[in-house]
């Protein structure tokens, strides 16, 4: 599975889980350009156990946050002539052009998330 393999690598001292400075050198490998700020915000909402750490589910879930963000922000400068928001005739074309399955409430719902804001 390409997430496990993926996990393994960035796990650099090998303990089974990813601290915020693995997830941090991941993501630059990966060139996933998120705010260290924003990341920290991230990992700490994601991590249930308080000890600041990602194990490998906490780390699949993260992962899949991550892309996601990432594709909308990638959209939002797409559809937005790249404002650092969507007006009504952004989000219009973006509806009418995207056949996607993500549904208006969840988008809204994302934009207006600190982490896709720019
Ligand atoms: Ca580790």
């Known amino acids: 599975m390409w997430l496990k393999q993926t996990f393994d690598e960035a796990d650099k001292n090998g303990d089974g889980s990813l601290s ?6 991941l993501m630059h490998k990966l060139n996933v350009n998120l705010p260290r700020q924003k990341v920290k915000q991230m990992f700490k909402a994601d991590t249930d156990d308080n000890q600041g750490t990602l194990g490998f589910d906490e780390f699949c879930a993260f992962y899949k946050m991550m892309s996601t963000r990432r594709d909308l922000y990638l ?6 002539n790249h404002k650092d928001y969507l ?5 219009k074309r ?3 052009t995207e056949q996607k399955d993500l549904g208006l409430d969840d988008l809204l719902g994302s934009l207006n998330d600190p982490v896709v804001s720019i």
């Open 20 to 25: 915020i400075n693995e997830v941090l050198q």
């Open 75 to 80: 959209l939002m400068l797409t559809y937005s």
């Open 94 to 96: 973006f509806l009418e």
């Open 87 to 91: 007006d009504a005739d952004d989000l």
